[in-house]
């Protein structure tokens, strides 16, 4: 049986500290890393998706950011072939592949080689749901996803149309809950020698920290940013300008609520966002949790935790 390529995991929930531990990482290591996140894949997108800058990046090579144009698709099928082809890459230069960001369907769709051939066709279904989504709302698709797949609906929030619409095509298609396929997925063997590392921090610091950023990001000219995007001709139909930060930027600009109001909307759905992104880790196996207080919030000694285990 053919050895392994192995495979490094580095995820959390937002604004836990993830980037600046992955630099170290990759650079003790030799390590290069892929982007697990759907928002800095996309280009004129850097201060709402708290984009990674070239300095920041201490010359540790960095894949699938800054590469799609904010009107084009990216779903999990997609992010799972470009990460499938920089991981390629990265064992082609001897290096190992490090899987970094927070969207833990994605790292699963790379970590477990998920088949989703029979899924990327499935157009007319997704495209009546996307009409749904449109006329009667995403509370609407939400609740429909409640009573067929309550499980799914608790992770999903009412504006991540994407997801909503994915789930209940699943569900169509196959007859049965998404989340259900999910957990079968979550306990195959991985395509890889994987380790899988889960950053953390208390969740009144982790809130403050989230709180944090949103100030430091509209200190940065958030505003400019999305109104930028505007006049370009990127809108709220564009699965890109649905990202936190984003939406509720547009509406403020669009005059549907205050300034004041909308910076209230992305802390308090962001720290949302968190709380369902940890509620995923903990469903999966074989992960390493780095609770930041338990090492002192000490850097390195949270990477010779790493080490050891690598």
């Known amino acids: 049986m053919a050895q392994k390529q192995k495979l490094i995991i580095l995820t959390g929930p937002t604004a836990v500290g993830k980037t600046a531990l992955s630099i170290q990482l990759a650079k003790r290591i030799g390590g290069e890393i892929v ?28 894949h699938l950011i800054d590469v799609l144009e904010p009107s084009e698709e990216f779903h ?11 991981i390629e890459g990265i064992y082609g230069r001897g290096h190992i592949p490090i899987l970094a960001g927070g969207t833990g369907f994605y790292i699963q769709a ?21 009409g749904q989504a449109r006329e009667k709302g995403n509370l609407y698709l939400h609740n429909c996803l409640r009573e067929v797949d309550p499980v799914s609906a608790e992770l999903i929030h009412p504006n991540n149309t994407k997801r909503l619409v994915r789930a209940l095509e699943f569900y169509q298609l196959n007859g049965g809950p998404i989340s259900e396929h999910n957990r079968r997925e979550r306990e195959k063997e991985p395509f890889y020698d994987s380790r899988y590392f889960v950053l953390n921090d208390e969740r009144q610091k982790l809130y403050q920290r989230i709180d944090r950023r949103v100030d430091e990001m509209l200190a940065a000219g958030l505003v400019g940013e999305v109104a930028r995007l ?8 564009m699965a890109s300008m649905q990202g936190l930060g984003y939406k509720e930027m547009l509406s403020y600009l669009e005059g549907e609520c205050t300034l004041e109001e909308a910076v209230y909307l992305i802390k308090r759905d962001t720290r949302h966002f968190a709380k369902r992104q940890l509620t995923w880790f903990r469903r999966e196996r074989n992960v390493a949790w780095i609770n930041k207080g338990e090492f002192g919030y000490d850097g390195e000694k949270m990477l010779e935790f790493m080490m050891g285990m690598i």
């Not at 280009?43 to 998706?49: E, L, Q, V």
């Not at 790379?110 to 996307?130: G, M, P």
């Open 35 to 62: 982007s697990a996140d759907s928002m800095q894949v996309y280009k004129y997108m850097d201060i709402g998706s708290a984009k990674i800058t070239k300095e920041e990046m201490e010359g540790v090579p960095h």
């Open 230 to 237: 505007r006049e370009m001709g990127f809108d709220k139909t």
């Open 76 to 86: 999990v099928f997609r992010f799972q072939e470009m990460a499938k082809e920089a």
């Open 110 to 130: 790379v970590l477990y080689d998920i088949d989703f051939s029979e899924e990327k066709n499935q157009t007319a279904v997704r495209r009546e749901l996307e």
